[in-house]
């Protein structure tokens, strides 16, 4: 089985500081890596995700992440960021075969602010 | 084109009653997973179905229960509801099922209160 932590519940930044939000995971098997965002009253929107290849990922605003296998890790960042980023954030992830069923972390809240 | 569309999207219930929420995926999409998310547990896998077939399941007892039709739509039933099953329910739909990272593409939810 697999899990997911994400260390931080809250994560609040000024507007144009950088940003990370940090996220574990664990499994016996090969994994696929995801970053999600949520809008209030809304579902989740895929930023990025990570199958093969290149550990740095590059996905939708500006966001990008890093996988670390040896630190089983999946950490997002952003260089600048903005008040509309403000939102949920979740680390999924899914394990070769069952490639639909997603595990996801608990979320973080980033909050940015002037 | 055309997201994933949810219905209701908000609906209250009371306890012991029966409910029935409708998802429908995106054009040409066949596969449909659904999850339930609440403050206490955060976002849980309830099933996946795929050509009308259920392919994977969570950790839910058998009052959750869903089904897929011809047309790739799904409903999902939840029986006997307890307070406890107040929750965001969240439908997702992606081309296939299987092949790593088939990007999943979620609906706007249907909020379920159970008085």
């Known amino acids: 089985a697999q899990s997911v932590t994400q260390l931080d519940s809250q994560v609040p930044v000024f507007e144009e500081a950088p940003v990370e939000l940090r996220c574990n995971y664990s499994?016996?098997?090969?994994?696929?890596l995801f970053w999600y965002v949520q809008y209030p009253n809304q579902g989740l929107q895929l930023l990025l995700k990570?199958?093969?290849?290149?550990?740095l990922v590059k996905g939708i605003n500006g966001f990008e992440a890093e996988f670390n296998k040896s630190q089983t890790s999946f950490h997002l960042r952003k260089p600048s960021v903005h008040i509309s980023d403000t939102a949920e954030y979740f680390c999924?992830?899914?394990?070769?075969?069952?490639?639909?069923?997603?595990?996801f972390g608990t979320g973080t809240r980033l909050q940015v602010t002037l | 084109k055309a997201g994933v569309t949810q219905t209701p999207r908000y609906l209250i219930k009371t306890r012991g009653q029966q409910v029935t929420l409708s998802c429908s995926p995106i054009?040409?999409?066949?596969?449909v997973s659904w999850y339930q998310q609440t403050p206490g547990q955060g976002l849980q896998f309830l099933f996946e179905?795929?050509?009308?077939?259920?392919?994977n399941k969570g950790n839910f007892p058998g009052r959750f229960s869903g089904r897929q039709f011809s047309n790739s739509r799904s409903e999902m039933n939840v029986s006997t509801l307890e307070l406890g099953d107040s929750a965001l329910y969240l439908c997702?739909?992606?081309?296939?099922?299987?092949?790593?990272?088939?990007?999943?593409?979620f609906g706007p939810g249907t909020r379920l209160t159970v008085l």
């Open positions: 997702a739909s992606s081309l296939l099922a299987g092949p790593p990272g088939d990007e999943q593409f």
């Open positions: 499994s016996s098997v090969s994994v696929y």
């Open positions: 990570y199958l093969s290849g290149s550990t």
């Open positions: 999924a992830v899914s394990a070769s075969g069952t490639a639909s069923k997603l595990t």
């Open positions: 054009s040409g999409h066949r596969s």
């Open positions: 179905y795929f050509s009308e077939t259920q392919r």
